[in-house]
């Protein structure tokens, strides 16, 4: 612990966000970082208290507390404060592989758990993180560095998400020789298609791949295993396969009107946009645009945000964003105490922009859509909400949400973008290995294990959990990686934490 009175002795700060108005005009990220100078004194403020939250990982209350990776922050922090970057990066890599990626987009379940955010702000351990790894790329620290031995074993991977660019990276480190498998024109998944471009330029991804590829690792693009290639010639061609498809099997909305024309999955409506940003700078119009229209979106999720963000960039007229659950306090309530994650209101980029434009919050909680209203020539042009309402069920003891009679209203939309989540994975990935599904609908596993009901055949990611966060699925891949390793090896040598 390099600085023991740091905490005390320097205030919390974090990078400065462009302004609303004037970020809004382009795709681009929009934080102005900290000079080095001042992020290592953002350093000095972590305590390496005895008994470190940051990096527990812990569930508690069904919610993950600390790092689900379980990064090193008090030894990385202190390295910052002292000013040893290179050893800062290598500390850092030791339990994450893509900290440029988490560093963007993470939640920051580590400072959530921070001991300094007991009773004051905790360490800004995120900006420290980006710091390290925006420094490794400027000084060379995170060139390429292949393996020296290989073991002739050859691994394929179903996609190229978080989950499968971990199990990737860690069996190329191994030595194995591995094929990622991505159906899209791009490497990356739901990083690249399915987080918009403001929150993490598709330029830091292709930085990351192409040290991927320079290390040894195959990226084939335009490739849907189990249309495109038969998966017994995945069986036959490698050693072992591992399916990293993801939860993208969107959840829908069922209400009268549905076949309206205007309403799409807020997972195609941000695909298509940073499709289009990246080919043309969207000028090639194949994207789904919310110009001067009235927009609603459905669902209060971080993906339902990311299409507010979105809809402000092309300049909408207006935009809601409907929440079923009721609006979260300001503060922690007393039945939520540190270090459980804080289940308190945020106000993220897209809300915040959205405030500064309409002059008012986009939201509407407890509330859900009752009717989608069409035009003569079944165009959208309205949608019916109703308000909820929480009952406990008597019989069950269950707490149900109802519609409160009276309380419908009826908001102009001639696009509405659902962000409801997902459903689990798409089924023909599955149904092609003829893998085994829990009653989830996610591929089936014994608990801890990766090794799915068909031999040579494993599952990372939100396959196998759900839905879930980024650095979940790192650390999901990091997991498969050492069951295959260990089922081709006999024992395995790769370290998860």
Same mark, same amino acid.
């Given at each position: 612990?390099?600085?023991?009175?740091?905490?005390?002795?320097?205030?919390?700060?974090?990078?400065?966000?462009?302004?609303?108005?004037?970020?809004?005009?382009?795709?681009? +990220? =929009?934080?102005?970082?900290?000079?080095?100078?001042?992020?290592?004194?953002?350093?000095?403020?972590?305590?390496?208290?005895? &008994?470190?939250?940051?990096?527990?990982?812990?569930?508690?209350?069904?919610?993950?507390?600390?790092?689900?990776?379980?990064?090193?922050?008090?030894?990385?922090?202190?390295? &910052?404060?002292?000013?040893?970057?290179?050893?800062?990066? #290598?500390? /850092?890599?030791?339990?994450?592989? =893509?900290?440029?990626?988490?560093?963007?987009?993470?939640?920051?379940?580590?400072?959530?758990?921070?001991?300094?955010?007991?009773?004051?702000?905790?360490?800004?351990?995120?900006?420290?993180?980006?710091?390290?790894?925006? #420094?490794?790329?400027?000084?060379?620290?995170?060139?390429?560095?292949?393996?020296?031995?290989?073991?002739?074993?050859?691994?394929?991977?179903?996609?190229?998400?978080?989950?499968?660019?971990?199990?990737?990276?860690?069996? #190329? %480190?191994?030595?194995?020789?591995?094929?990622?498998?991505?159906?899209?024109?791009?490497?990356?998944?739901?990083?690249?298609?399915?987080?918009?471009?403001?929150?993490?330029?598709?330029? !830091?991804?292709?930085?990351?791949?192409?040290?991927?590829?320079?290390?040894?690792?195959?990226?084939?693009?335009?490739?849907?295993?189990?249309?495109?290639?038969?998966?017994?010639? /995945?069986?036959?061609?490698?050693?072992?396969?591992?399916?990293?498809?993801?939860?993208?099997?969107?959840?829908?909305?069922?209400?009268?009107?549905?076949?309206?024309?205007?309403?799409?999955?807020?997972?195609? =409506? /941000?695909?298509?946009?940073?499709?289009?940003?990246?080919?043309?700078?969207?000028?090639?119009?194949?994207?789904?645009?919310?110009?001067?229209?009235?927009?609603?979106?459905?669902?209060?999720?971080?993906?339902?945000?990311?299409?507010?963000?979105?809809?402000?960039?092309?300049?909408?007229?207006?935009? !809601?964003?409907?929440?079923?659950?009721?609006?979260?306090?300001?503060?922690?309530?007393?039945?939520?105490?540190?270090?459980?994650?804080?289940?308190?209101?945020?106000?993220?980029?897209?809300? +915040?922009?959205?405030?500064? &434009?309409?002059?008012?919050?986009?939201?509407?909680?407890?509330?859900?859509?009752? +009717?989608? $209203?069409?035009? %003569? %020539?079944?165009?959208?042009?309205?949608?019916?909400?109703?308000?909820?309402?929480?009952?406990?069920?008597?019989?069950?003891?269950?707490?149900?949400?109802?519609? !409160?009679?009276?309380?419908?209203?009826?908001?102009?939309?001639?696009?509405?973008? $659902?962000?409801?989540?997902? /459903?689990?994975?798409?089924?023909?990935?599955?149904?092609? =290995?003829?893998?085994?599904?829990?009653?989830?609908?996610?591929?089936?596993?014994?608990?801890?294990?990766?090794?799915?009901?068909?031999? #040579?055949?494993?599952?990372?990611?939100?396959?196998?959990?759900?839905?879930?966060?980024?650095?979940?699925?790192?650390?999901?891949?990091?997991?498969?990686?050492?069951?295959?390793?260990?089922?081709?090896?006999?024992?395995?040598?790769?370290?998860?934490?």
């Amino acid at each position: 612990m390099g600085k023991p009175t740091g905490f005390m002795e320097y205030e919390r700060e974090t990078s400065v966000a462009v302004k609303p108005k004037q970020r809004i005009k382009n795709f681009n +990220e =929009f934080h102005e970082h900290l000079p080095m100078e001042k992020q290592q004194l953002q350093g000095a403020r972590c305590m390496e208290c005895g &008994v470190p939250f940051c990096q527990s990982g812990m569930t508690l209350c069904g919610m993950t507390s600390g790092c689900p990776l379980h990064n090193l922050v008090p030894e990385w922090n202190d390295l &910052v404060y002292t000013g040893n970057w290179k050893q800062a990066y #290598n500390r /850092l890599k030791k339990t994450n592989n =893509f900290p440029e990626f988490t560093s963007r987009v993470c939640p920051a379940l580590c400072e959530a758990a921070c001991t300094c955010g007991l009773n004051g702000d905790p360490v800004a351990s995120k900006e420290n993180e980006y710091a390290i790894i925006e #420094n490794a790329y400027d000084k060379g620290y995170a060139a390429p560095k292949p393996p020296k031995v290989r073991t002739g074993k050859k691994v394929a991977v179903v996609g190229s998400g978080p989950s499968g660019l971990a199990v990737a990276d860690q069996l #190329n %480190k191994r030595g194995h020789l591995v094929t990622v498998y991505e159906r899209s024109d791009r490497v990356g998944g739901l990083l690249m298609y399915g987080i918009p471009n403001m929150k993490l330029e598709k330029r !830091i991804i292709e930085r990351k791949i192409k040290v991927m590829e320079e290390e040894g690792v195959t990226f084939v693009t335009g490739v849907d295993v189990g249309k495109d290639m038969k998966a017994s010639q /995945l069986l036959k061609d490698y050693d072992r396969v591992v399916l990293a498809c993801g939860a993208s099997n969107p959840r829908d909305i069922k209400a009268p009107g549905r076949d309206a024309k205007g309403i799409y999955f807020a997972v195609d =409506f /941000l695909k298509a946009n940073t499709k289009s940003l990246l080919n043309s700078g969207l000028t090639d119009g194949s994207y789904i645009n919310t110009k001067d229209k009235n927009v609603v979106i459905i669902g209060g999720g971080d993906t339902g945000n990311d299409c507010v963000g979105t809809a402000m960039r092309h300049g909408c007229k207006s935009v !809601i964003q409907i929440e079923m659950m009721p609006k979260a306090p300001e503060k922690r309530a007393e039945n939520n105490p540190w270090p459980e994650w804080p289940k308190v209101l945020k106000t993220d980029y897209g809300q +915040e922009e959205a405030i500064a &434009v309409f002059g008012h919050d986009p939201r509407i909680y407890e509330a859900t859509v009752k +009717e989608f $209203i069409k035009d %003569k %020539k079944g165009n959208l042009k309205a949608v019916k909400i109703v308000k909820l309402a929480w009952e406990k069920d008597e019989q069950t003891g269950r707490m149900n949400m109802k519609e !409160i009679p009276g309380s419908e209203q009826v908001l102009d939309a001639e696009i509405v973008l $659902i962000a409801a989540g997902f /459903l689990g994975s798409e089924q023909y990935v599955a149904g092609a =290995f003829k893998v085994e599904l829990n009653e989830r609908t996610n591929v089936k596993t014994e608990p801890g294990r990766y090794q799915t009901s068909v031999d #040579n055949v494993f599952v990372a990611g939100d396959m196998h959990r759900g839905q879930s966060l980024v650095v979940w699925a790192i650390r999901e891949g990091r997991e498969a990686a050492r069951d295959v390793d260990e089922s081709l090896m006999g024992y395995t040598n790769l370290v998860i934490q």
